[in-house]
């Protein structure tokens, strides 16, 4: 049974450049969220796509956008990238959002090592 | 806001000692509070959740968490530590603002232990 699988696993661009990011979930989750962790940091929650819409949103700016498939798979964008978003990018997936008595557990990725020079 | 702190940046004991990497909590509500554990390239892997019940939850691979709720601590223990166990620890609390949920993190505490 397959986990979360990210790809690329490393990739360097310079700043001002594009970068997407892909995920697929592991077998019978249907909900994506990532996440951004900086070297040294925690991980800091970027959005959640829950059936092809995103759900909810922590404090990054709209250069990061993404995108949720009909197979539940998931893209992270950045435009306009800075040296500060340098940093592994963490998918993580879960079976469907949790409800206010709950707490699923999620499913990390290996993740996804940007560099920006 | 939900938040965690992990004060010690490390934590070094000797393969065979008990282990306890800290954690304290500051919610509204009720907290729902998780330990990861991250090894070198690789993704967060889930230990242990505290939602209700019993104040020491066991996890995988022989740790255990001790919440207390009157110190506002969620600690991570194990009775004897292997030098496999050094890695990067993160504990973190649930987030259910909008109804849906998301982890907030510490800053993580590496976990050292020397043969």
């Known amino acids: 049974d397959a986990g979360v699988t990210q790809s690329p696993t490393h990739l360097i661009k310079t700043r001002g450049q594009q970068v997407t990011l892909r995920c697929s979930p592991k077998?019978?989750?249907?909900?994506v969220s990532w996440y951004q962790q900086a070297l040294g940091q925690g991980p800091q929650f970027i959005f959640q796509?829950?059936?092809?819409?995103?759900?909810q949103r922590g404090n990054f700016p709209d250069r990061f956008s993404g995108h949720q498939f009909p197979n539940y798979s998931s893209e992270l964008n950045v435009n306009a990238l800075l040296l500060g978003d340098s940093a592994l990018y963490l998918c993580?997936?879960?079976?469907?959002?949790?409800?206010?008595?709950?707490?699923?557990?999620?499913?990390f990725g290996a993740g996804s090592r940007l560099t920006v020079l | 806001a939900q938040s965690v702190a992990q004060p010690e940046d490390q934590v070094n004991v000797a393969e065979g000692n008990p282990l306890t990497v800290k954690c304290t909590y500051s919610?509204?509500?009720?907290?729902?509070l998780f330990w990861y554990v991250q090894y070198p390239n690789r993704g967060l892997q889930f230990l242990l959740k505290?939602?209700?019940?019993?104040?020491l939850v066991k996890g995988s691979y022989g740790f255990e968490a001790e919440f207390n709720k009157s110190q506002t601590s969620f600690h991570l223990k194990k009775p004897s530590a292997l030098v496999s166990d050094s890695a990067l620890y993160f504990c973190?609390?649930?987030?259910?603002?909008?109804?849906?949920?998301?982890?907030?993190f510490g800053t993580g505490t590496r976990l050292l232990v020397s043969p």
């Open positions: 993580a997936s879960s079976s469907r959002p949790a409800t206010r008595s709950g707490a699923n557990v999620l499913t």
């Open positions: 077998s019978g989750h249907d909900t």
């Open positions: 796509y829950y059936e092809e819409e995103e759900r």
């Open positions: 919610v509204s509500g009720n907290p729902y």
């Open positions: 505290y939602i209700t019940g019993d104040n």
């Open positions: 973190a609390v649930r987030d259910i603002g909008t109804g849906f949920q998301k982890l907030v």
